[in-house]
């Protein structure tokens, strides 16, 4: 084998890669193997899809490779990992003995799919690696650890059970993550950045919506803002309904009130969280961050949720809660587009057509369009056209076109060809039907559907994805939009007479939505035209008994306007208006248009027709006029009609004959008769005649006297023909989703007008069309509401069962067809979907337990069950039964055979220990509130009210999860704040009196009982059911002993059990309460002259050192219960109780608070006894500071006349006594010894004053010289304390005085009493205030990575104004000294580092010009890198720059036109390849590479030209029979390419 046959590869030596920082970056190591064992790098395959490679399959060497010595790069290497996201690299080699610029080494992503639940996370299967490795000698379980934000490359782990961290291995696996919630990858122990779209330095991002890269528009963003209501009584209630895969949810509740979730998965499975503390919790896969404050609750919710949430508000007391919200909901259906359809052709270039549907996001299924139409944001996304199958056909295919007898290509057929023979399928429409209404916006429908035409011209139906590469055309359109004619009366004519009654006319019209006089109004609303009117003007003649009729040209005007005939969709005669008449004067004659006309439905357009169209007699076209009178020859003047009667009289007298032979009275012709038929009724018209002229004249001109009378004279009095009489629409059948109205239509006959009779004839006699006696109403969507369903199967068939019914939320369309929604669209409460039923009485029947266990661990062996008669009462509980109530065939069997593992006869038997129960035989008082207790089982507790309790059950031998519970003998169920975990304990929120009494935890055969009492609850807890079952008198079991004892004599022994301690605590709890109230005062007496520094420490030091539970042995409180009972009470009992609870409170300091130090003064001690305690800590578990007990401020005398006070409290003496003793009670470990001083001088003994073996004082016969200060002070080597008293033997009340390191305050009270030769020593008021002097801080002594400030603290005393400075140990009884020092400027030196650059392969932006992208991250001096926020002020470095590469050497190669699909018109086009191509290769790319300059175009209009000279008119398609059969030709697109067709329509 030679060299040059051997090649470098990956294997397991380390090769340096010069980086531009200078580090080294380690890549896999090399071995030597054949060049023909190189894999080959896949052209289209996915990472994994690994092939042998052959000498050729290397890729090609660029020209920038051959320049920088390089080969050519590798093949992929196999995916880092089978899922969830790895990295793959190639590699290639320098040929160069010198060294090589670059890298030798590039990365991919790969397997970028989501890995199995059960897969486990990629980090944490690295360290548990090295579970089987010795660490330190010992085998430890590793876990990760996550999100380092020195090195997150490397795998640090941590051992379970300790806190020990170690860094297994320096990086990671290639793939694994960098941090938690980031899609960065490390890849050769460096973090990568890593985009959404899983491509290496890409920095797309998810949008709000969690779509990568996407704009926002597949989710909706939703706020919200909620106020509880405590006022309506409700427990709780409902926030906001959050919707599955919902994102970004943030909640804010501002007041007393809780949060807590419920949810509800898509499989119906429902789940509660409750919200207790801050911190993490996981709900149906989804993570919750809960925070909680004192005056608001915080969640939030980074999702996407795995299930429908409902938040809601839990009611506190206090006032109403205001809960703000915002989320971003999903779109739940959303258009999602389909694949291309098959090509219409097989060759000669044909189309695909894509198609749009509605996709339900939480099923995954398709659904109705409707479903997406509800949301506006839904843009159904339009059909895609392309090309396919391009390839020339056969020859004699070609041959086959079709052509029309001119040359030219059939338009309609070359627009879009579906193949060689016959056009695109199109979309087709039956004409629209008539309008609902004549006016005021109605409806026209027409179906549509998908043809095809073959090569005969044969129409058939087809698929409707075939047309779907266009819109399909509306089924509906409004129609007769306009409004309906309205009448419009026009001003009243003036009186008719000039006094008295007389009549006034106007004119009526119907107006139309144009403006114009028409018909079409309803007669019966039609105002009237005449009316009597009253001039108020008397008459001294007698007048007409009838009134004087109009102006002729008022009545003849009235004539005129009658109504319009408009044209319908049938044939009939349309009059036109009358032109004026043919004469001035006198009488003429008018003519009229009368035309056969038609309306034209799809068009909205009037039509003529030939005559014999129309049916029925044609109305007149002329008829007879007349004006007004010729003017005379005498030119006499015409008199006014306004003058009065007795002018006309005076007139008439005097006429001469010849006037009166000039003008008469004459009859021409007859007026238009009433009727068109069943008999009218015509009035002859009367004229004042000019005899020599023969022409009207005025009708003054003719004596009214001679005025001829009127005649009338029947005409057309054939009788009508049949006529369709329609009734009244009844209401409509549906208040919405489209109903139907119905009326009668007959067809009727009238014999004559007077005839009252209407005869029914047959619908043959009735000229069509017949009016419908249905239509349409109510076409409208319903709104959204329940659907109830018939109820289901009843659960059982006696004893009360259930029974369920669906309720879904439906809505009826304007179609008629249903559709069915989510129950979140109906807006209304939903009907009960579950009844009782079956409520009858069951009759016995045999009830069994449980199968025993196996009665062998191997081999065969048996299992048995009891059976018994029982019967369910009506309380549902079931009783038992005698057994011959109930069948003997149908009684169950109770005992069966059972077989387990065959037995091993090799090996011993392994005997299997009982279980046992790890009880603690303790007592818990709550001494404070907490949040929380953790108790164990075997004792009692006796706990405050509105705690949250766990009480534990520890096993042996035992699974815990099989552990049952029981309350006061019966099974103990989950209630809403109590809950039997998987564990085995018990939770309880917020304990409440109800939750007192026995609970039992029985594990296997052994059991062990707890008894809970409630602090505040005076009930005694009562005897359980199965007394034999709980405690005796001594706190024990009662384990297998037969039940013997009468129900009173078990009564009498659980009563001592059960409330054994309650006396104890109770004299606990009341000396708890003393000591309070005494410690409240005197902190408030303290209170002002403490600075606010020292009352906060105290606060703290006191909330830490006050024990929260008192735990005490049940021995300890039965030796103390025995003393009680044997020993006498009173003060003897009162001080076992104290030293009880001094014992309790010191060991609850050491057990419990050894983490704190110990108080700092005596205020310390919150509650208990007021024990006064050195600022020293404590040395160990055993020693113990010395410490004065305060007790309450009671002074004892005794029969003979001996005083005992204690230590702290003020004595008062106003008569003689024998004796005085001061008692000063010590305690410490080691003891500690007692010492007197009296007015801070050392106090001498004598004869009468001395030191009792206690410590105590006594003074025989205290007189005026004994009064004064009184301090006892405890001193050991741990430290001292002091607490001191006022002796006053005067008369006249004082206050107390009560010195030590406590009660400092109080001195002006002390020293006012204090005799003359000490008053120099004491100080008064202010004077004796001792506080510290904080100064102000230094500047720090570095601005970055952690320095410190200084500032000065001085011991004070008196007033700030004349304080003087005193050593520090006089202030430390005021509290904690301030500290002197403090860190500062803690975050570190940090700046902006950069990766170098990586390579020139990102997006194309350019001709050769790319971008490439580089790692900005923040580090510290010392090169650890740190959060991103540490360098904000500093000017951030790009990490994108555009780079020059031949790969982005693009441009786009244009193919040629096509032919043009028409040679003439507006309707022909042509199309052309245009690809991405690459200059040098020629090889095609994807189009988005060359996306940064615009696409030319593929699609063009061609021959543009007028089909043929001016004016010539002829067909340019052969489908313009089609246009005239469907009434297309009023369209100006149809008639232009069908010109000859359309000519004559």
Not at 1091 to 1109: A, F, K, M, Y
Not at 1270 to 1291: D, N
Request: glycine share 8%.
């Amino acid at each position: 084998m030679t060299a040059a046959g051997l090649l470098l590869l990956a294997a397991c030596v380390k090769v340096c890669v010069g980086a531009s920082d200078g580090d080294a970056v380690f890549i896999r190591e090399f071995t030597l193997i054949r060049r023909d064992h190189l894999p080959e790098e896949p052209l289209h395959e996915g990472p994994g899809n690994q092939k042998p490679e052959d000498p050729s399959s290397r890729t090609a060497r660029s020209e920038e490779d051959r320049d920088t010595l390089w080969d050519a790069w590798g093949s992929w290497s196999e995916c880092s990992r089978t899922c969830g996201g790895g990295a793959s690299y190639s590699l290639r080699r320098c040929l160069s003995s010198k060294t090589c610029e670059g890298q030798n080494i590039k990365y991919r992503t790969c397997s970028n799919v989501d890995c199995p639940p059960d897969a486990g996370d990629f980090r944490a299967q690295q360290c548990s690696a090295h579970a089987d490795v010795r660490y330190q000698g010992q085998y430890h379980e590793w876990l990760p650890v996550y999100n380092d934000p020195d090195n997150p490359c490397a795998l640090k782990c941590k051992a379970k059970g300790s806190g020990l961290v170690v860094e297994l291995a320096p990086k990671v696996l290639d793939g694994t993550r960098c941090y938690t919630e980031s899609l960065d990858m490390c890849i050769s122990g460096l973090c990568q950045i890593v985009g959404c779209d899983h491509e290496l330095g890409s920095t797309t991002k998810e949008d709000n919506c969690g779509v990568c890269s996407g704009d926002g528009s597949s989710c909706r963003l939703v706020r919200g803002h909620y106020k509880s209501q405590h006022a309506s009584g409700k427990t709780e209630d409902t926030v906001v309904v959050i919707s599955y895969r919902s994102r970004h949810v943030r909640l804010v509740l501002k007041g007393s009130d809780h949060l807590y979730v419920e949810s509800k998965t898509l499989q119906g499975a429902r789940g509660e969280l409750g919200l207790e503390k801050s911190g993490q919790y996981h709900l149906e896969n989804t993570t919750l961050d809960f925070q909680k404050l004192s005056d608001k609750e915080v969640l939030r919710i980074t999702g996407p949720l795995g299930a429908d949430f409902t938040i809601k508000v839990q009611f506190a007391t206090g006032g109403d809660s205001v809960v703000q919200y915002i989320y971003y909901q999903p779109i739940i259906h959303r258009w999602r587009e389909t694949d291309f359809f098959p090509c219409s052709v097989t060759c000669g270039g044909g189309y695909q057509l894509t198609s749009a549907e509605c996709f339900d996001l939480r099923s995954g299924q398709v659904v109705v369009d409707q479903y997406c139409h509800y949301y506006p944001e839904n843009v159904k996304p339009k059909p895609k056209l392309q090309e396919c199958n391009m390839e020339h056909c056969p020859a004699r295919l070609e041959t086959d076109l079709w052509w029309d007898e001119n040359g030219q290509s059939d338009g309609y057929k070359q627009i879009m060809p579906y193949d060689l023979y016959h056009p695109l399928p199109r979309w087709e429409s039956s004409p629209w039907t008539a309008c609902s209404t004549s006016c005021g916006s109605g409806i026209q429908s027409r179906s549509v559907s998908c043809v095809e035409e073959d090569m005969q011209g044969t129409v058939t139906s087809t698929e409707e994805w075939k047309c779907l590469y266009s819109p399909k055309t509306a089924i509906l359109q409004p129609c007769n939009t306009f409004d309906c004619p309205t009448w419009l009366a026009q001003e009243w004519s003036p009186c008719t007479v000039t006094c008295g009654q007389g009549l006034r006319y106007r004119v009526v019209l119907c107006i139309d939505h144009r403006g114009l006089h028409a018909g079409g109004c309803n007669p019966t609303t039609k105002p009237h035209i005449k009316e009597e009117c009253l001039v108020t003007i008397p008459c001294y003649k007698p007048i007409e008994t009838l009134p004087v009729e109009a102006k002729p040209q008022w009545h003849k005007q009235a004539i005129e306007l009658e109504e319009e005939i408009t044209a319908t969709e049938e044939p009939m005669f349309i009059p036109g208006q009358w032109q004026p008449c043919s004469r001035t004067c006198g009488a003429g004659t008018q003519q009229r248009a009368v035309k056969c006309q038609v309306l034209l439905s799809f068009s909205q357009t009037v039509a003529d027709l030939p005559e014999d169209e129309c049916e029925g007699v044609k109305p007149a076209a002329s008829q007879p006029c007349y004006r007004t009178p010729c003017p005379g020859a005498g030119g006499q003047g015409i008199a006014g009609q306004e003058e009065e009667e007795e002018e006309e009289e005076e007139e008439e007298e005097n006429k001469t004959p010849q006037r009166e032979e000039l003008h008469d009275w004459e009859y021409e012709g007859f007026t238009e008769c009433s009727g068109r038929c069943g008999g009218g009724v015509q009035e002859a018209v009367v004229i004042c005649l000019n005899k020599q002229t023969r022409e009207a004249a005025d009708q003054s001109l003719c004596v009214s006297a001679r005025r001829p009378p009127q005649l009338l004279q029947d005409c057309n009095t054939q009788p009508c023909p049949p006529r369709w009489e329609t009734g009244v629409w009844s209401s409509c059948s549906a208040t919405c989703g489209v109903g139907l109205m119905t009326r009668t239509v007959a067809c009727t006959h009238q014999p004559s007008r007077d005839s009252n009779q209407t005869e029914i004839l047959r619908d043959e006699e009735c000229q069509n069309p017949k009016p419908g006696p249905v239509q349409a109403c109510n076409r409208f969507d319903c709104p959204p509401m329940w659907d109830s369903r018939v109820w289901g199967q009843c659960s059982r068939s006696c004893g009360g069962g259930f029974q369920r019914r669906a309720v879904p939320c439906k809505q009826r369309l304007a179609d008629g067809s249903i559709l069915e929604l989510p129950e979140t669209f109906c807006p209304s409460k939903r009907p009960t979907n579950q009844q009782p039923c079956a409520d009858i009485e069951c009759p016995p029947e045999w009830v069994t337990t449980d199968w025993s266990q196996c009665s062998v661990t191997c081999g065969n062996g048996v299992q048995k069950r009891q059976t018994v008669c029982k019967k369910q009462g009506e309380d549902g509980r079931h009783w038992t039964k005698d057994p011959e109530n109930c069948s003997p065939v149908a009684r169950p069997t109770s005992i069966r055979q059972c077989s387990l593992r065959i037995c091993e006869k090799t090996k011993l038997d392994v005997i299997k220990p009982d279980p046992t129960i790890l009880a603690q035989n303790k007592v818990y008082i709550q001494w404070r509130k907490g949040k929380k207790l953790q108790l164990v089982v075997g004792g009692y507790a006796y706990l405050l009210p509105w705690t949250s309790v766990v009480l534990r059950c520890p096993t042996r031998h035992f699974r815990k999860g099989h552990i049952r519970w029981l309350k006061e003998g019966r099974r103990l169920f989950s209630l809403p704040h109590l809950s039997i975990t998987s564990l085995g304990y018990i939770k309880i929120q917020q304990l409440r009196v109800s939750d007192a009494g026995i609970y039992t935890c029985i594990a296997g055969q052994a059991r062990e009982d707890f008894v809970l009492q409630v602090i505040g609850s005076k009930q005694k807890l009562p005897v359980p059911e199965r007394a034999d079952s709980w405690l005796r008198s001594d706190g024990q079991k009662k384990a297998g002993q037969p039940d013997l004892a009468s129900t009173g004599e078990r009564f009498q022994e659980l009563r001592v059990s059960l409330n054994r301690y309650d006396n104890i605590v109770e004299h606990l709890l009341t000396l708890k309460g003393a000591v309070q109230d005494e410690k409240d005062s005197i902190d408030k007496a303290r209170s002002s002259e403490k600075n606010r520094s020292t009352l906060e420490d105290e606060r703290g030091s006191s909330e830490n050192t006050c024990p929260l539970v008192l735990i005490a042995d049940t021995h300890r409180l039965d030796e103390i219960t025995q003393k009680l009972t044997e020993g006498p009470g009173g003060q003897q009992a009162e001080q076992l109780i104290t030293k009880l609870l001094s014992e309790l409170t010191m060991t609850q300091g050491e057990t419990n608070e050894s983490t704190h130090h110990p108080p700092e003064s005596a205020e310390s001690s919150t509650q208990g006894p007021l024990l006064y305690k050195p600022n020293i800590k404590a040395h160990g578990s055993r020693t113990r500071s010395p410490l004065i007990v305060q007790r309450s401020r009671k002074v004892s005398v005794t029969s003979m006349s001996e005083m005992i006070a204690h230590v702290g409290t003020s004595v008062l003496l106003q008569k003689q006594v024998a004796s005085l003793e001061l008692r000063c009670e010590a305690l410490g470990n080691p003891e500690p010894t007692v010492t007197w001083t009296k007015n801070r001088k050392e106090l001498h003994y004598n004869n009468r004053v001395g030191l009792l073996p206690s410590g105590s004082l006594k003074i025989l016969s205290p007189s005026k010289m004994d009064e004064g200060l009184y301090t006892c002070t405890a001193r050991s080597r741990l430290g001292s304390t002091s607490l001191s008293s006022w002796l006053h033997i005067t008369g006249g009340k004082r206050r107390n005085c009560v010195q030590g390191n406590r009660m400092g305050g109080e001195a002006s009270m002390c020293a006012e009493h204090s005799n003359s030769s000490q008053s120099a020593e004491l100080c008064h008021g202010q004077d004796c205030h001792l506080w510290w002097r904080v100064g102000p801080w230094s500047q720090c002594s570095a601005s970055c990575g952690g320095g410190t400030q200084s500032r000065i603290i001085s011991c004070m005393r008196g007033a700030e104004h004349r304080a003087a400075e005193m050593e520090s140990q006089h202030c430390l009884g005021t509290g904690k000294k301030p500290s002197v020092t403090r860190l500062c400027n803690l975050l570190p030196c940090a700046r902006w580092a950069t990766t170098p650059w990586g390579l020139c392969h990102g997006q194309c932006v350019g001709p050769t010009l790319a971008t490439q992208h580089r790692h900005v991250y923040c580090q510290e001096i010392n090169a650890t890198k740190v959060p991103y926020r540490m360098c904000s002020g500093l000017q951030r470095p790009s990490s994108l720059r555009n780079c020059s590469t031949e790969a982005c050497a693009l441009y786009w190669h244009l193919g040629p036109w096509t032919q043009c699909t028409a040679t003439c018109g507006r309707h022909g086009f042509q199309s052309r390849p245009v690809t991405c191509t690459h200059r040098q290769t020629g090889k095609v790319a994807r189009e988005h590479h060359c996306m940064w300059r615009p696409r030319p175009p593929t699609w063009q209009r061609c021959n543009i030209l007028s089909c043929g000279r001016a004016g010539e008119c002829r067909d340019s398609t052969r489908y313009c029979e089609k246009v005239r059969q469907l009434e297309l030709c009023s369209l100006p697109q149809f008639k232009n390419r069908c010109c000859h067709t359309c000519r004559n329509t």
